[in-house]
């Protein structure tokens, strides 16, 4: 069995209204790669070109240079079946539950199965199995209307029809936008679980630093249509200034350990989660205790 290619970007360049008054590059010669198996979280500020590069990795946006392979296939190749690689990589929009249409859960998450011509036992299948991944009970929502159903269950309808297409890499854009904080955490708990459970690889865009701290293997930070900067949540929280520099800060434990650092504690500089800073201040409390 051949193994599993990353998906590759090669010197990616897109330009808006390409020679018209309104031309405008979203970005600028990005190139990087994704690996099987990762958790990457795509950060930066607003107008840094997150979405834009995303929208390239299923060939939604076309570029203006360069190139994106899954697998090895160049999707922008003459003659490359960007069907195929589209069923690799499926890709789940800012708001997706607006392009729900169907007037059942099922049938709506059935959509992109029954189009690739799949017998009525596999499409049955699979729509179970996504409905299962995002937790919603099939014998409770499958009949129901998508329109009847919470803001949150609509999303989680919307993510199990990329789901019921069984792709390899899972691109989110801002999936928690909008969700309050019981939707956000169901969502994001979905996410990981895909992830880590379902051998899913995921790239989710966030503004969040708190939700990429605690959810990804590794951050990709955009500024001005470029990559500035790459590296796991350890390697990029610690550099605090280099964030606050294009307009983004850090978790909430790095700022809290940062002030806690100011009032003479001795604490690591690279905590960035909670449970992290949790554990060393339990553990300077110990050692304070035998002193």
Not at 14 to 36: K, M, N, P, W
Not at 239 to 252: C, F, K, N, R, T
Request: glycine share 10%.
């Amino acid at each position: 069995m051949q193994a599993a290619m990353p998906i590759e970007v090669r010197h990616l360049t897109h330009t808006y209204s390409e020679g018209s008054a309104f031309q405008a590059t979203a970005i600028r010669d990005v190139s990087l790669t994704l690996e099987d198996g990762e958790f990457v979280a795509v950060v930066g500020h607003t107008g840094s070109g997150k979405s834009t590069l995303v929208q390239h990795l299923n060939g939604l946006l076309t570029p203006t240079e360069g190139q994106i392979l899954v697998d090895g296939m160049d999707m922008f190749a003459p003659g490359a079946d960007k069907r195929l690689i589209r069923r690799k990589v499926g890709l789940v929009f800012q708001y997706p539950e607006y392009q729900l249409f169907e007037e059942t859960v099922a049938k709506d998450v059935a959509f992109g199965p029954k189009n690739l011509g799949l017998s009525a036992d596999e499409i049955d299948r699979r729509v179970r199995q996504a409905m299962a991944h995002v937790h919603l009970d099939y014998d409770q929502y499958a009949q129901r209307s998508p329109f009847e159903l919470s803001g949150g269950q609509m999303r989680r309808v919307a993510i199990a029809g990329v789901l019921a297409m069984e792709p390899r890499f899972l691109i989110l854009d801002e999936p928690t936008a909008g969700l309050d904080p019981m939707g956000r955490d169901h969502i994001l708990g979905m996410i990981q679980e895909l992830h880590r459970q379902g051998g899913v690889t995921v790239v989710m865009v966030s503004h969040s630093m708190d939700d990429v701290a605690r959810l990804a293997t590794r951050l990709i930070v955009m500024s001005k249509g470029q990559v500035v900067a790459a590296g796991t949540p350890r390697e990029i929280f610690r550099q605090a200034d280099m964030m606050a520099s294009i307009g983004l800060g850090v978790p909430e434990a790095a700022r809290l350990c940062a002030a806690l650092r100011g009032r003479g504690l001795m604490l690591p500089e690279d905590l960035y989660t909670l449970e992290e800073l949790r554990e060393h201040l339990l553990r300077l409390w110990k050692e304070r205790g035998k002193a």
